[in-house]
């Protein structure tokens, strides 16, 4: 399969793993996957790593309900992950971007997330004004932690954290730099938890 040109394809990626803290792990996974709407995505699981691929909007929903049925368990969630887009040695393949717009997951349960991210905007000499410009955006969002080494801190509802993650995605990139990646790690049902402010 031929590579496509550099940000001339809409196709969004997101190869992740998820880490249940549970002996019971593998039903969990499972149970998170069966439950979630994956219709309007393209998706691969190996014994490493799942990867989604396809427009936009539904990469970002179906990564967010994963992650809710998933926490439904109530046992501590890691995920982990890398969004892309714009990547020069990417396909037109596997994608599944026939698909109307129409969400397929629409769960609204509140879930506290503890999550960090960083944005790589690829070949953009610019990208520390545009990094701090995403900053700025998470504080307006109201979902805003801290700053830290190598990441920047964002908490909250699930829904408010991954309606902030996609909004910087789509952001953080131009017509001039269109290659853009974003690494999200993310906490949830920790112990540690306990003393936050959260449903």
Known sequence: MEPIFCGTSPIVGFRFSMHPMSGNFIQIIKGALKETNTSNIWMQTDDVSTVIRGKQHHVFNVAKALALHAAKTKEHIALSGTFSIGCPGDT????????????????????????????????????????????????????????????????????????????????????????????????????????????
Not at 95 to 106: H, I, M, Q, R, S
Not at 107 to 126: C, E, H, K, T
Not at 165 to 176: H, P, V
């Open 92 to 199: 037109e393949g596997d994608n599944n971007l026939e698909v109307g717009d129409e969400l397929a997951n629409t769960d609204a349960a509140a879930q506290y997330v503890s999550s960090q991210f960083a944005l790589y905007p690829m070949n953009n000499p610019d990208y520390m004004p545009l990094i701090y410009r995403e900053v700025e955006r998470a504080k307006k969002h109201g979902v805003w932690n801290d700053s830290m080494h190598y990441a920047s801190g964002i908490h909250g509802d699930i829904h408010d954290v991954f309606a902030f993650y996609e909004e910087s995605f789509a952001n953080a990139r131009t017509d001039e730099h269109p290659h853009l990646v974003m690494t999200v790690s993310m906490s949830i049902n920790s112990p540690s938890h306990t003393g936050e402010n959260h449903a």
